[in-house]
């Protein structure tokens, strides 16, 4: 589904600066996906601004006729057709002209979907070995779509995940610095304070984006205990009362480890229901996107398509970026 608010497209590049540098999550497959298409995204996973009820993929904002690339090796499983530019919203599930490819890593499989293709675009068939990159159809507007654009699902045992976990973005750079133990104290990120024009403060705001209160000097690494967004644009809380711009911070979440089998959850509660993946495994890292506690006084990690984490978990730890 396409969103029209570019400030997504804004949004996105926030996420995108989530990012850890040396990738912990899932790092096995995460080099071995790459994105289907260069078109910026304007609709992220689970969106909270996404109109129309929960979003499960990502969306590309491009244009008709756009490859679109097959994001690893596999085998194409399901073409769908038929369906027009601009027509029946319920076509092809309202995933429109569609493209599966299975994808089988160490023995782990996984499907990625690729809908509202342009029809008559398919360049493959059922049952026909693609390799990553190769230009499998091209960007449209067919089915549940108000504006050309590529809706890029990934699904690992059936269950519709994170594509960014498994795409190859997190590898950039080749500095790998050593994580920092870090104790539970509600925060679940570091921002460290920057100036694109170059001046030696940032603005700090009694509530995100209103009442200036002070400075913070630049380049100064601060823990993050919440992020709100006001018209669009989000804020991260590095102490009480002090708030700060998305653009004057490099904002990092934590890695969670597990020490032990651990379950995870669909959302904090304080009768939780277990998360259908059924939670880490010793050695396991998962970044932390966000942090809640419950009427219960008991922590919670959001790790993004794993569900979340309770914060006192046995053998649980965090580590933060230097
Ligand atoms: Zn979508």
């Not at 027009?84 to 599930?93: F, H, I, Q, V």
């Not at 675009?121 to 504006?147: D, L």
């Not at 509660?269 to 506690?293: F, I, M, Q, W």
Request: hydrophobic share 30%; proline share 5%; with cysteine.
């Amino acid at each position: 589904m396409k969103n029209f608010s570019k400030y997504l497209i804004a949004l996105a590049l926030v996420f995108s600066s989530f990012n850890l540098v040396n990738g912990t999550n899932q790092a096995s497959a995460a080099a071995t996906f790459i994105a289907p298409s260069s078109a910026p995204i304007n609709g992220d996973y689970m969106d909270e601004d996404y109109d129309f009820g929960d979003h499960y993929g990502i969306d590309y904002d491009g244009n008709y006729y756009d490859p679109v690339y097959a994001s690893g090796a596999g085998t194409v499983t399901k073409v769908n057709s038929g369906c027009s530019n601009a027509g029946d919203s319920n076509c092809g599930s309202g995933w429109g002209n569609y493209i599966e490819i299975t994808h089988n890593v160490n023995g782990e499989n996984y499907l990625t979907r690729y809908a509202h293709l342009s029809p008559g675009t398919a360049t493959v068939t059922v049952g026909q070995s693609v390799s990553q990159g190769y230009k499998i159809g091209e960007m449209g507007n067919s089915g549940f779509s108000y504006g050309a654009h590529l809706h890029f699902e990934f699904l690992v045992n059936g269950i519709r995940v994170n594509p960014h976990y498994y795409l190859n973005e997190d590898l950039e750079g080749d500095v790998t610095p050593e994580p920092i133990l870090h104790e539970f104290d509600g925060s679940w990120a570091t921002l460290r304070t920057e100036s694109p024009q170059g001046n030696a403060t940032v603005n700090t705001f009694a509530s995100p984006g209103v009442g200036l209160n002070g400075t913070l000097p630049t380049g100064s690494l601060y823990k993050v205990y919440e992020k709100s967004s006001r018209n669009g644009v989000d804020y991260f809380r590095v102490a009480t009362d002090t708030w700060v711009h998305r653009d004057n911070g490099e904002v990092k979440p934590y890695m969670v480890k597990a020490s032990y089998s651990t379950t995870t959850y669909e959302e904090p509660a304080v009768n939780p229901v277990r998360h259908s993946e059924g939670g880490l495994a010793p050695g396991d890292s998962y970044k932390a996107y966000g942090t809640e506690v419950t009427a219960d006084g008991q922590q919670w990690y959001n790790l993004g398509g794993m569900g979340w984490i309770k914060a006192d978990a046995n053998g649980l730890q965090t580590y933060r970026m230097p």
